[in-house]
């Protein structure tokens, strides 16, 4: 019994701080675009905070969803997960970071910040997969 509960408090504490070292550049990149978009500094501790939960979010869908195929963007499932990856990743940075005047982002600079950090963080992985996968191509 004191086995499993130990076991199950290991996984979420690896589970929160994978998470976390994720979070991180993605909180970066998206307080960078906050910043340009909303002609103002946002509150870092918000939007890392956005990053963080869209991150544990993010890792617990694509565990859920464990695709067998090599080529796993063609499943339909794992689609619809990217999908409202995205969507909660919006949703939650225009919900929790204010800008320096105390008021909401806008949701169209939420939508732009969460298609930065997607469009590194494809682009990351697809680097890391191709250097990873076919290191002579």
């Keep these: 019994m004191t086995a499993n509960i130990l076991g199950v408090l290991s996984i979420l504490t690896w589970w929160l701080l994978s998470s976390s070292v994720g979070a991180l550049p993605c909180a970066l990149a998206a307080w960078v675009v906050l910043r340009w978009c909303e002609r103002g500094p946002p509150v870092f501790n918000r939007v890392y905070l ?8 993010g890792t617990l869908m694509l565990m859920s969803l464990r695709a067998p195929t090599p080529a796993p963007w063609h499943i339909p499932t794992l689609r619809l997960a990217l999908l409202i990856d995205i969507l909660a990743g919006a949703a939650l940075l225009w919900r929790l970071v204010p800008r320096h005047d105390r008021r909401r982002i806008r949701l169209a600079s939420a939508c732009m910040a969460v298609a930065v950090v997607v469009a590194i963080t494809f682009g990351a992985a697809t680097s890391l997969n191709t250097l990873c996968f076919f290191p002579f191509n």
């Design 50 to 57: 956005a990053c963080l939960l869209w991150s544990l979010l």
